[in-house]
């Protein structure tokens, strides 16, 4: 693992034994569908962690209304309502509007790791369990069969996937590291889950005794793994390397656009150079373009170009047919595509370029 995966990987250690992964995540503000955070073994217990909250809150509430069950029913339908009603808001609403809802605003994926967006999901399962109480479910085997090795196989499955894509991304390692999360959540359920479900071999005092132990080592492996992710970046910083030191000098984003932004800054057209620079590139696009760039420049090719480049984002379509672009741009986009993200902008740097091209032929 890189210093920052390493890193990270221990801090979610951490935040696992403190029930609170997805507060976490969240407040990374990593999307859960990044490339990055798929090479995290350990980013699915944010769900997890929202269950155990909600186990926390849950039988609380039960309690309080152990005799007002009419009162306790309204109170959960509702909590549901308003639970759907802001997940939706979060995921898809705000992006409708122009002002946010306050809370999703400042982090975009508060909806999808905190327990405000979740709670109706596990609040739907415990209704199905309420009228499940009192209906014959003998017919429902084979679904429980599934449901009692889901959890185990949740639990296999991301670091499996995370580690082998880590090593090698080819799909015949994927495919084969899918295949064995059935026979190891077997296992797993048979030879982990029951036993200690046995109060004949782990009594109460047991479980609380080797959680608290667990707890420790866990929390011991953690700052290990930061501490050595910390001492890792020290020889990074330490390094003579230009490309290791401006990695770390910048963070991830800063340094895919620096380059190609200060060039865009320093040079809106091409000069009128024509003896030690006889060749032209115009580089457009998006952050793929911007980090294109930096392999242009890193790997010292095309030395003997003129390079331009101009900055257009992918939803704002790169096209130079003669069909209008505006009506394959979505009308959330359209503002931002009518200024300078417009490829229309680049034109001119096109002209110049194709004019040369032409002259000198």
Excluded at 114 to 123: H, N
């Amino acid at each position: 693992m890189l210093p920052e995966n390493l890193k990270e990987f221990g801090e979610t250690l951490i935040s696992i034994i403190c029930l609170s992964s997805n507060i976490y995540f969240w407040w990374k503000d990593d999307g859960y569908f990044n490339d990055l955070t798929e090479l995290n073994p350990l980013v699915h217990t944010w769900s997890l962690a929202v269950e155990e909250q909600f186990y926390f809150i849950f039988p609380i509430l039960c309690y309080l209304f152990l005799r007002k069950k009419f009162y306790l029913i309204i109170l959960l339908i509702c909590s549901a309502v308003v639970s759907l009603f802001l997940s939706q808001w979060g995921g898809n609403f705000q992006y409708m509007l122009i002002k946010e809802f306050q809370m999703f605003s400042q982090y975009r994926y508060a909806s999808f790791y905190l327990p405000i967006g979740r709670i109706w999901e596990l609040l739907f399962g415990a209704f199905i369990a309420f009228y499940l109480q009192d209906n014959d479910t003998n017919n429902t085997r084979p679904l429980r069969w599934i449901g009692l090795l889901s959890y185990s196989a949740y639990l296999w499955h991301q670091p499996l996937l995370a580690f082998t894509r880590l090593q090698s991304n080819q799909t015949l390692n994927i495919i084969i590291v899918v295949s064995s999360i059935f026979p190891l959540s077997i296992f797993s359920y048979f030879f982990i889950e029951q036993p200690f479900r046995n109060k004949k071999y782990f009594s109460r005092q047991k479980i609380f005794l080797m959680s608290g132990l667990a707890f420790v080592i866990t929390l011991f492996i953690a700052i290990f793994l930061i501490q050595t992710a910390n001492n890792r970046s020290m020889i990074v910083n330490k390094s003579n390397d230009t490309y290791l030191s401006d990695l770390k000098k910048y963070d991830n984003w800063q340094y895919v656009v620096r380059n190609f932004n200060a060039l865009e800054r320093k040079s809106k057209t091409f000069s009128n150079r024509t003896i030690t620079l006889n060749k032209r590139v115009v580089l457009i696009g998006d952050s793929f373009a911007q980090d294109f760039y930096n392999v242009i420049i890193e790997g010292k090719h095309l030395i003997d170009y003129e390079i331009r480049v101009h900055f257009v984002y992918s939803r704002c379509q790169i096209y130079l047919g003669l069909e209008d672009r505006r009506k394959f741009i979505e009308v959330k986009h359209r503002q931002t595509c009518t200024n300078a993200n417009d490829i229309k902008y680049a034109l001119p740097l096109i002209r110049v370029s194709l004019s040369y091209t032409n002259s000198i032929k």
